[in-house]
């Protein structure tokens, strides 16, 4: 079965620094996507990052970066410069190839940016 | 392009009522899917469709039914609402391998009393 932990329900950085979102995940097929989206408080689901599971780079896009680790199954999201408008809830999400056309999320992260 | 929508934005129902929602993408995407939100859960797959006239069961069907009209729309149906389905539910879409994202609609709020 394919799954999605996140085990920080709620982080806190001060504005200007870095934060890291833990995601895991578990699956056992070798061909898979993970991706991250931000769901601000008015509900939309925002697309920020994509990684394959054969990608050899991390991903990157502006301030949002993807520390992948494949041997531990890791995919963290490194946000730099944190700015107020990043106070969002973060979802972690896999996606695999042979695994109908479903996607897996997480439970979410809560970033809260302190002024 | 619009994107996806849903409609509608808002809604209450007593229990046992029926409605369907709606959702419409103008983005030729064969995938489509009908999640649901509830706090603290993260989003749970309720149905799919990977192409027109196929749909297929997610994580939590039990008390819903899909209907994928044609390319552009997928409906959701609540038969007889119960207060357990209270929950913001979200239309996707996306193309079909496992590099492409999802793109999500607006999402419907629904309580059920």
């Known amino acids: 079965a394919q799954k999605i932990t996140q085990t920080q329900p709620g982080m806190f950085v001060q504005e200007k620094e870095a934060v890291t979102l833990d995601c895991t995940y578990d699956?056992?097929?070798?061909?898979?996507?993970l991706f991250w989206y931000k769901q601000p408080s008015s509900g939309e689901m925002i697309f920020l990052i994509y990684?394959?599971?054969?990608?050899?780079q991390n991903a990157t896009e502006g301030r949002y970066s993807l520390n992948f680790q494949k041997a531990r199954k890791s995919a963290n999201l490194v946000i730099s410069a944190s700015q107020l408008g990043d106070s969002a809830m973060y979802f972690c999400?896999?996606?695999?190839?042979?695994?109908?056309?479903?996607?897996?999320f997480g439970p979410g992260t809560r970033l809260s940016v302190l002024p | 392009n619009a994107g996806v929508t849903q409609t509608p934005k808002f809604q209450v129902l007593k229990t046992g009522q029926s409605m369907t929602l709606q959702c419409a993408q103008d983005?030729?995407?064969?995938?489509m899917y009908w999640y649901r939100q509830d706090p603290g859960m993260g989003l749970r797959l309720i149905y799919y469709?990977?192409?027109?006239?196929?749909?297929d069961k997610g994580e939590v069907p039990n008390g819903y039914n899909v209907s994928r009209l044609n390319k552009r729309e997928f409906s959701l149906r609540l038969e007889s609402a119960a207060p357990s389905q209270t929950s913001v539910y979200f239309c996707?879409?996306?193309?079909?391998?496992?590099?492409?994202?999802?793109?999500f609609g607006p999402g419907t709020r629904l309580t059920v009393t």
């Open positions: 996707a879409s996306g193309r079909d391998r496992a590099t492409y994202e999802q793109y």
């Open positions: 699956t056992s097929d070798p061909s898979y996507g």
């Open positions: 469709s990977a192409s027109e006239g196929t749909t």
């Open positions: 990684q394959g599971s054969y990608d050899q």
């Open positions: 983005m030729n995407h064969n995938s």
């Open positions: 999400a896999m996606r695999v190839d042979n695994y109908g056309q479903n996607f897996v």
